[in-house]
């Protein structure tokens, strides 16, 4: 009976097949080959950043009474009635939370949390505080929500209006999670976006920008 062999050549191909998948796989020596490794830099938040009144910056020491500000306060005008928000990544809604904040004065404020999962290492939240504990406004405020769990939303895209409660300080705190870890949005953010944030810093008078930074202590 004649014996099926591979020659060395052919066990040579195979092999080489083999190195080429789990190098597709699992590095990166072929160039990034699917979304986990997409990041494309964040647009601005704000539809009209002409209704934002003012800013703080993220980092700010003690801001809770014991971590440093972990997002960027971009607060609206109170004497409006509400602003648009719009999605600064294409990506999937991952939750909308609705919690009260402990550390809010008067406390148990509404915090209603979008976050946008862009990738495995790259998460956007964006948590409307209007300043309200009015329940009329909490439900305007969750009724304002444009999006839901599980839809796909594209960079620009309406995800709700910041309505304006009565306890003032009407704001997005603009949240960015790189693993887990909270970072500052600014250096992540496209030109036009940075040159947003840049005019609000160089043109409103009562930014919280304790060293005039953006991103304190970071330099930039
Ligand atoms: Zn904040």
Known sequence: MRKFKFSKKTLLSFLLIFIWIVGLT?????????????FEWLDFPFANPGNIERMAAFGIPNWSGTDPHNGIDLIIYESLYGTRIISPTNGTIDSIDISENPY????????????????????VALVIEPGTSDETIKTAQRNAVLVEEGDTVSRGQSITDLLVGE?????????????????????????????????????????????????HGEGY
């Open 26 to 38: 699992h590095c990166d020596i072929f160039g990034p080959s699917y979304d986990e490794y997409v």
């Open 104 to 123: 809010s004065h008067p406390a148990n404020q509404l915090l209603l949390t979008i976050h946008i999962y862009i990738n495995s290492e790259w998460t």
């Open 167 to 215: 306890h003032g300080y009407p704001h997005l705190h603009y949240m960015i999670m790189r693993n887990d870890e909270p970072v500052c949005a600014y250096p992540f953010s496209s030109a036009s976006a940075r040159s947003i944030f840049d005019d609000i810093a160089r043109t409103r008078s009562n930014n919280n920008l304790p060293d005039g930074n953006i991103c």
